[in-house]
């Protein structure tokens, strides 16, 4: 064997899982097809600018904790996280008023009380009330090896509450608006966490009420922008023995007789290892890498029965001052009317929205050293179809792109046009080339509750032994779900080959 | 639909599940043949309610339910009559043993089937779970699928 084991891609969850792996003495190598780490959250440089790629927002730092401990490394000497206070700014899309939206629970809370007394006591109800038991639900979800029903169960019976609770985290998303709060203010500030769940409010589960917990918990930007997390973790994957070699796609997984005995790069050279790791999307893993042929008929239709999570364009300007803005995050606010009016349009019929902006960020309010002296960035996202009815993203994206920076000027940050420097968009169709992900999809796959835990790509494969699955086609939560769904990962494959050693 | 709406025809379906279920109890493993054999008039009653039910409520209900909600009581309309035929006609073939199989298998089984129903309908008769269970339901037929994955 070339490697104990290999993993594939290098993203959050492919470099923990690497880490992992060879922080506990298993000959590691880990190929990434681009020429950068990070996955969804890399990151690029242009003019003198360093933009995002995808990911700007980071929760439960506690996942980078917990894995350079389990490397036996600091987190501090690899990545620094800075607090965003006020979490974010909101825009009031009908009237045009801006609320900043305050790092605690109790200020939210004041802060909502301002519009109605009896939405802040709803509010303050809930979140003690439910609170500890999202608290517990979120350690022990990311942190059980997800793939069979017994992983499930076992995630139940960790978190009793969430079990006495189902009445509620059952009902749809915006009932749960409607029937706890009366300000359109409060549902639309609300409403807003459905969508960054990965569903409109009439088909998400009322647990998204999770996101508002976890976000007021401690949210957070890295020092160097997003990109300093890959790249301390590519660091650390270095510290501890591993190895990481990019521009190097990988052609097919290997298998024989049901298992997977290493990869075939790109250049035809195979590399033979005990246990195969998988940070990219289960879908082209399986249908691309694996090929169908050695898969059951029932995994392929599995694999073909997901429907994609949301897709989104992502526009980078490059500006010569910093824009005036309380918050690193500016959100859109809408009712949760017109967010699933928005989204049925979008991702139902395919119609581009260029004015659909829904979050605007500026990397430099956190960290001016992502550009150039007295110069500032702005990305702003907004949520697109995958394939644009009529047409295809390369003949009407920079179309698109203008037609969102009007929108950007004329509502978020007036005459924010005189003052750009460089300009650029990823469609959906990029994210797909580029990164990999089927759709563009931003989740993996779709974020609905049949789309989850047992009934989403193990990380331990069923159908091919020796092969592991991490990212966000296994976990969702963003990156430090990736993170963790590596070191879940790690944890399998060490017991596979400790096993297959001793055979 | 207006709630008090769907909840009486939700109380109609979960009683007439729950009655369905009684009556299989006490005809299927004791009563006599023809004890046995006279269950197919409630199941006569219960397939001329449901057609009448099907007629009725669909023009109450909104446009987005209004087709579904017409097709699952014609369809358990129908299923009903079918059991009717089915009992009737086997009431003058089968023995007391068999024909206390097949009346506590159907009725039982209907009356699960008709008391899921009465469930379901109370909710997807409220616009705020009705996406919500649109959307389960165009991924509920893959779940096994996905769950060998």
């Given amino acids: 064997m070339d490697y104990d084991v290999i993993v594939i891609g290098a993203g959050a969850g492919g470099l923990s899982a690497g880490a992992t792996l060879a922080s506990r003495g298993f000959s590691t190598l880990v190929v990434e097809q681009s020429g950068t780490v990070g996955g969804c959250a890399s990151y690029f440089e242009r003019d003198g600018f360093q933009f995002d790629v995808g990911a700007c927002i980071v929760e439960m730092p506690e996942a980078h904790e917990r894995f350079y401990a389990g490397l036996g490394l600091r987190r501090e000497d690899y990545v620094t996280f800075l607090r965003n206070d006020p979490l974010y700014e909101l825009i009031d899309m009908t009237t045009g008023e801006r609320i900043l939206v305050p790092s605690s629970l109790e200020e939210t809370a004041e802060m909502i009380g301002a519009y109605s007394a009896r939405d802040a006591a709803s509010f303050r109800w809930f979140m003690n009330k439910y609170g500890p038991v999202l608290d517990r639900f979120a350690d022990v979800l990311l942190t059980t090896p997800q793939g069979r029903a017994r992983d499930m169960l076992k995630v139940f019976a ?12 059952m009902t749809p998303y ?9 300000h359109p203010v409060t549902k639309g500030m609300l409403g807003n966490y459905s969508v960054i769940g990965g569903l409109p409010p009439s088909v998400q589960v009322g647990l998204m009420m999770w996101l508002v917990y976890l976000e007021h918990r401690g949210m957070y930007y890295p020092e160097g922008g997003m990109g300093a997390i890959p790249r301390g973790m590519a660091r650390a994957l270095e510290d501890v023995g591993g190895e990481l070699a990019l521009d190097t796609p990988v052609r097919r997984v290997i298998v024989d007789r049901h298992r997977a005995r290493g990869v075939v790069l790109a250049d035809g050279t195979p590399v033979t290892a005990r246990a195969v790791v998988s940070n990219a999307n289960a879908l082209p893993l399986y249908m691309d890498l694996v090929g169908p042929e050695h898969l059951p008929g029932a995994v392929v239709k599995g694999l073909k029965s997901y429907r994609p999570s949301p897709s989104c364009t992502v526009a980078y300007l490059g500006l010569d001052y910093q824009p005036p803005m309380r918050a690193q995050h500016i959100f859109a606010m809408a009712s949760p009317e017109l967010l699933d009016s928005f989204w049925f349009s979008i991702f139902e019929n395919g119609i581009p929205i260029p004015q659909s902006v829904g979050l605007v960020t500026s990397p430099t309010f956190m960290d001016p050293s992502m550009a150039p002296p007295g110069c500032g960035s702005l990305a702003f996202m907004t949520v697109a179809p995958p394939r644009p009815a009529g047409g295809s993203w390369s003949e009407i994206k920079w179309d698109y792109l203008d037609k969102g920076i009007d929108m950007l000027d004329a509502v978020f940050m ?14 959906p169709e990029d994210f797909e080339t580029r990164l990999s992900l089927p759709w563009g999809n931003i989740y993996g796959f779709s974020m609905s509750m049949l789309s989850q835990m047992a009934f ?38 060490s017991e596979e080959i400790e096993r297959r050693r001793a055979a | 639909m207006r709630k008090s709406l769907a909840i009486m025809l939700s109380t109609y379906l979960i009683l007439t599940g729950l009655a369905l279920e009684v009556i299989a109890a006490m005809n299927g493993p004791i009563g006599s043949l023809a004890q046995r054999g006279r269950t197919v008039y409630p199941v006569l009653a219960c397939f001329l309610v449901l057609l009448l039910l099907a007629l009725v409520f669909p023009a109450l209900a909104e446009s987005d339910y209004r087709k579904v909600l017409r097709v ?25 043993f068999a024909m206390s199989v097949l009346v506590a298998v159907f009725l039982v089984l209907y009356g699960i089937a008709l008391v899921m129903l009465g469930v379901f309908n109370y909710f997807a008769a409220q616009g705020g779970y009705r996406p919500f269970i649109y959307s389960m339901g165009r991924e509920l037929p893959y779940i096994y699928y996905r769950y060998r994955i």
Avoid: Q
């Avoid at chain 1, 915006?174 to 009366?182: A, S, T, V």
């Avoid at chain 1, 005459?415 to 650029?424: N, S």
């Avoid at chain 2, 699952?72 to 007391?96: D, E, H, K, P, Q």
């Fill in chain 1, 456 to 493: 989403r790509p193990g990380n331990r494969s069923r159908c091919v032994k020796g092969l592991f699955l991490c990212g966000g086609s296994t976990h969702t939560c963003s990156v430090p779900g990736a993170v963790n769904s590596g070191v879940m990962a790690a944890d399998l494959a």
């Fill in chain 1, 158 to 169: 960790r978190c009793p509450g969430i079990i006495k609770s189902a009445h509620v985290w």
């Fill in chain 1, 174 to 182: 915006g009932k749960l608006l409607d029937d706890l709060f009366e």
């Fill in chain 2, 72 to 96: 699952m009581l014609l369809l358990s309309a129908l299923g009903m009559f079918l059991i009717y035929v089915f009992l009737g006609f086997m009431w003058m073939f089968a023995g007391r």
């Fill in chain 1, 414 to 427: 007036p005459r924010v046009k005189d003052h750009i420097v460089t300009k650029t968009i990823a469609t």
